[in-house]
Nanobody
Framework: VQLQASGGGLVQPGGSLRLSCRAP????????MGWFRQAPGKQRELVAY???????KYTDSVKGRFTISRDNAENTMYLQMRNLENEDTAVYYC?????????????????WGEGTQVTVSS
């Protein structure tokens, strides 16, 4: 069972994008869902996670610029990205944590789908 991320594209520095992650109902009901990204030559890293209670956590580099949200009724998670920087260029993935514990470790997540490319360039 895989999640489907969409909404990526090419944007200039300072621009905005909104990513969406569509999940099958059985996955969307998991407690913790997260957005990850992987830039060329780098390890996959957590961008943000959100729990069913609305608890969120962001990696330091995106705090104040990105906002994660989820709509359980629509089985969808979002990542609103503002003031994008060149360093945000990566393939963005969404996934769901296997357990109930909120975690930043990619290995604790599954249901990875194909990511969506975000390119920030002038």
């Amino acid at each position: 069972v895989q999640l489907q991320a969409s909404g990526g594209g090419l944007v200039q520095p300072g621009g905005s994008l909104r990513l969406s992650c569509r999940a099958p109902r059985m996955v969307s009901r998991r407690n913790v869902m997260g957005w990850f990204r992987q830039a060329p030559g780098k390890q996959r890293e957590l961008v943000a996670y959100i729990t069913n209670d609305g608890v969120t956590k962001y990696t330091d580099s995106v705090k104040g610029r990105f906002t994660i949200s989820r709509d359980n009724a629509e089985n969808t998670m979002y990542l609103q990205m503002r003031n994008l920087e060149n360093e945000d260029t990566a393939v963005y993935y969404c996934a769901a944590a296997r357990g109930n514990r909120a975690t930043m470790t990619p290995g604790d997540y599954d249901s990875w789908g194909e990511g969506t490319q975000v390119t920030v360039s002038s």
